[in-house]
């Protein structure tokens, strides 16, 4: 069965510096991941995702993440960050056979940046 | 192209009650997914429709149930309310929400307190 870590429940950053957040996934088979972020009392945006190919992806607001199979990792990365980047992230992986409609979510990474 | 919308935004209940969300997928869209997010258990999949029928289920008592119809549009209904069903009930689209490069898309969300 498919299942997600994400190691850090919060991670202080100040403005204008770089961040990553990590995360890590537990699968038999092939899978897709994704990030998504939810700001503060709204539904989750998707910021990116891997299907295959190249495995660095680039999504939106600056946000990269890099996928390592042999690390099983696909850790989220901005080289500086905003106050407004501030939310919570989410990774996420597909359910059994690719299903983008059941996804797995890790427990979130709330990026807390400060000026 | 509208969103993906869910009425209502906020409601209370007390326990014993039951309640019936209502989510209005993107136009086109034919795979309509619901999570249940609680600060203890994260985000949680509930279940899938998908052309009227339930295509998918997560690990819920059977209190929790939902419908699709022929516009796609979906409802949740919760029986019997806990005081644990207190959540934000997300709602998620997606054009058939098999093939990864269908991005779901998701609601603002349901808050759901129970007295």
């Known amino acids: 069965a498919q299942s997600v870590t994400q190691l850090d429940s919060q991670v202080p950053v100040f403005e204008e510096a770089p961040v990553e957040l990590r995360c890590n996934y537990s699968?038999?088979?092939?899978?897709?991941l994704f990030w998504y972020v939810q700001y503060p009392n709204q539904g989750l945006q998707l910021l990116l995702k891997y299907l295959s190919g190249s495995t660095l992806v680039k999504g939106i607001n600056g946000f990269e993440a890099e996928f390592n199979k042999s690390q099983t990792s696909f850790h989220l990365r901005k080289p500086s960050v905003h106050i407004s980047d501030t939310a919570e992230y989410f990774c996420?992986?597909?359910?059994?056979?690719?299903?983008?409609?059941?996804?797995?979510f890790g427990t979130g990474t709330l990026l807390a940046v400060q000026p | 192209k509208a969103g993906v919308t869910q009425t209502p935004r906020y409601l209370i209940k007390t326990r014993g009650q039951q309640v019936t969300l209502s989510c209005s997928p993107i136009s086109g869209h034919r795979s309509v997914s619901w999570y249940q997010q609680t600060p203890g258990q994260g985000l949680q999949f509930l279940f899938e429709?998908?052309?009227?029928?339930?295509?998918n289920k997560g690990n819920f008592p059977g209190r929790f149930s939902g419908r699709q119809f022929s516009n796609s549009r979906s409802e949740m209904n919760v029986s019997t309310l806990e005081l644990g069903d207190s959540a934000l009930y997300l709602c998620?689209?997606?054009?058939?929400?098999?093939?990864?490069?269908?991005?779901?898309?998701f609601g603002p969300g349901t808050r759901l307190t129970v007295l």
């Open positions: 998620a689209s997606s054009s058939t929400g098999t093939r990864g490069t269908d991005t779901q898309y």
């Open positions: 996420a992986v597909s359910g059994p056979g690719g299903a983008t409609n059941k996804l797995i």
């Open positions: 699968s038999s088979v092939s899978v897709y």
């Open positions: 429709y998908f052309s009227e029928t339930q295509r």
